[in-house]
């Protein structure tokens, strides 16, 4: 195995990954590496298509008429 070397952690971090390594019950190199390795299997997400297929979805749900909606949820009170 290599060894790698971060430099200049900002101390707030530090205090986050060893809090999160406590948590797991991880050193602080394996809950690192745990994050690390965890970003790469991650799939890339492409936001614009997504976003695309959002759009078409909404636009085939029904148009809501909020004043009838007003109205049944007001039916059968006083």
């Given at each position: 195995m290599l060894t790698f070397t971060l430099k200049n952690i900002p101390i707030d971090l530090h205090h986050r990954l060893k809090a999160s390594a406590e948590l797991n019950r991880r050193s602080l190199n394996r809950e690192i590496l745990a994050r690390l390795e965890s970003g790469f299997a991650a799939p890339r997400v492409d936001t614009e298509v997504h976003a695309g297929r959002l759009?078409?979805?909404t636009a085939l749900l029904p148009r809501v008429e909020h004043r009838k909606i007003?109205?049944?949820r007001r039916q059968?009170?006083?």
């Open positions: 759009h078409a979805f007003d109205g049944y059968g009170r006083p």
